[in-house]
């Protein structure tokens, strides 16, 4: 009897390494699942395809998911969407890398910084972070450009002066004298990035399969997190992403599996992080809404019946 094919929705990047582990040593398989990746080229293009049905998980930002649900999303929808966060993962490991000319965040005024979707896919960390640096809205432009992989293209030609990029890209960029001017946890302490998510309706009809896709997705963490198994793990980020050397996939494993600030390794939801998505997104979401229910937006019933 084969496995059940799973549609999985994720940005391209390293972040993808707890998948490809689970995938790689079998744990998906052991849960009578086959993942078939497709890779998003951006946040409206992945939560439109989430609410009409075309896959049915999606590693995403919490963010992502809130700005949908409370109508607040770019891109045009044609069903009611009822998604949700079903277990967390990380800050997104977020970062403002900026052009080699562009060495402070004074170097910015004038210029123009891209991001994803001007409503979401982290946009609102970088425009608290351009505030905090004492920019105003008016000194600096932000041009939708798309997902991380085509902001990174766009920033190598030096389209934009900066943008928001997730580790590994800065790590990759500093290595090609790009600059990294600031990091989203220092703008953003507790702050809950990736998230992975489902419509509610397809989560109360496929329950088994969702607690072995999370219950894959969990033990991948435990395996990523054992010293003994590094060297595998660096080398499947020196094989799936672009201009990973060995030293860098060192570099990027040391980051992801760090135990204070690294991908959390129970791929558990952070509610301070939540709290300050909603904040943020209360403070810059159009229309504007007062948003302070984390709850609304997270269900762990199937996460609670994955434990190992």
Not at 67 to 87: C, K, R, T, W
């Amino acid at each position: 009897m084969s496995n059940r094919q799973l549609d999985v929705i994720v940005f391209p990047g390293g972040l993808n390494l707890p998948i490809w582990a689970a995938d790689t040593q079998g744990f998906f398989a052991d849960e009578g699942l086959d993942i078939e990746l497709h890779l998003t080229t951006s946040s409206k293009q992945q939560l439109a395809g989430m609410i009409h049905g075309d896959y049915h998980i999606g590693m995403t930002g919490i963010d992502n998911v809130v700005a949908y649900m409370e109508g607040q999303g770019e891109a045009e929808i044609h069903a009611e969407p009822d998604l949700f966060a079903f277990m967390g993962g990380d800050d997104a490991f977020l970062s403002l890398v900026t052009v080699p000319e562009v060495k402070s965040f004074d170097d910015l005024r004038g210029r123009t910084l891209s991001v994803d979707a001007m409503t979401t896919g982290f946009a609102f960390v970088l425009r608290k972070m351009v505030e905090q640096a004492g920019l105003g809205e008016e000194d600096v432009t932000y041009q939708g450009v798309g997902g991380v992989m085509e902001r990174w293209q766009a920033l190598q030609a030096g389209e934009q002066a900066g943008t928001l990029l997730l580790t590994p890209f800065d790590i990759i960029g500093q290595k090609m004298g790009l600059n990294v001017l600031a990091r989203g946890r220092d703008t953003v302490p507790a702050y809950q990035g990736l998230v992975g998510a489902a419509s509610r309706k397809w989560a109360a009809e496929n329950g088994d399969a969702l607690v072995g896709y999370i219950r894959a997705y969990r033990r991948s963490l435990g395996w990523l997190y054992d010293p003994a198994n590094r060297p595998a793990a660096e080398a499947l980020l020196v094989e799936r992403v672009p201009n990973m050397s060995p030293e860098i996939a060192a570099a990027t494993c040391e980051v992801f599996c760090d135990p204070a600030t690294g991908i959390d390794r129970d791929a558990a939801i952070d509610w301070a992080g939540i709290d300050e998505v909603l904040k943020l997104r209360s403070e810059y979401g159009v229309p504007q809404k007062t948003l302070v229910d984390s709850a609304k937006y997270v269900d762990l019933t199937w996460y609670d019946q994955s434990a190992p």
